[in-house]
């Protein structure tokens, strides 16, 4: 397993410490992990994630998977699974679309066709039911599924309070409950965020997390912890957080 730590700059991030009960996935709808770390490192949202795979499936570390950063952008949400988690992007274009040439392309600035780059065919997933309201999409590479997979299994160790649920079938669909109820488990951006479309309905990914299967069970609330949240919320914002849980370890930067 590769992994650079490239950290983005103090200030770019949370240092707050709190126990780890959740991984996100995403993707980062850009064809590089120098991008997404360049885009985060200059914008003031505290935005990003501890962890991008790359193409190749080199791993970028860009802060400590201890402290945290906004990654859901979720009106009304108590930043619960933003301060609990330890999330990963996989470097893909995510969303393509098919040109009158029969080439696929991805545009960083859609509808905005400017910057288009055309991705080979054979990187292009074509599902037979649409996903989110699209039917091509940019396929994670076997190299960053074997990252995955590694980078998953030194979470899991890192953080022994993370549980990954039984089952993985449709993990991707919307469940309003993994927020109402802060169930902990592997999650995607699109189980919280119904506008949302990272991670697609990909096998060899829903394959790795099989892999990681762990017989225990995942400990839910019973009733709502937030009664009124919005699933949709645009696009990520800086939300201030209400750091002050029983069990914040906060230490200063």
């Known amino acids: 397993m590769n992994i650079i ?21 995403h993707h980062t709808a850009g064809l590089s992990a120098e991008g997404a770390w360049r885009w985060w490192n200059q914008t003031p949202e505290r935005v990003g994630t501890p962890y991008i795979i790359d ?12 402290i ?22 996989l470097v893909s274009g995510g969303r393509l679309y ?39 999409y940019h396929k994670y590479t076997e190299a960053q599924m074997i990252a995955l997979g590694e980078l998953l299994n030194k979470i899991l160790t890192d953080f022994p309070t993370i549980v990954p649920q039984t089952d993985f079938d449709g993990f991707y669909d919307f469940n309003p409950d993994v927020l109402l109820r802060h169930i902990g488990g592997i999650w995607s951006h699109s189980t919280v965020r119904i506008d949302k479309d990272d991670i697609f309905p990909y096998k060899p990914l829903v394959d790795v997390l099989e892999s990681l299967r762990v017989e225990k069970p995942i400990k839910t609330n019973t009733e709502p912890v937030i009664p009124n949240i919005s699933p949709i919320l645009g ?19």
């Open 68 to 89: 945290w950063a906004f990654h859901l952008g979720i009106n009304g949400d108590d930043n619960y699974h933003e301060m609990h988690s330890v999330n990963i992007e």
């Open 5 to 25: 730590k490239k950290y983005l700059t103090n200030g770019q991030y949370l240092t707050a410490e709190f126990e780890k009960t959740s991984i996100f996935l």
């Open 98 to 136: 098919r040109g009158d040439d029969s080439n696929f392309y991805f545009y960083p600035l859609y509808p905005n066709k400017v910057s288009g780059k055309i991705i080979p065919k054979d990187e292009v997933m074509v599902l037979t039911n649409p996903w989110r309201g699209y039917s091509f």
């Open 55 to 66: 193409r190749n499936g080199t791993i970028v570390e860009c802060f400590d998977p201890k």
């Open 235 to 253: 696009e990520e914002k800086s939300i201030k957080p209400n750091i002050s849980p029983k069990k914040s370890t906060k230490k200063k930067a």
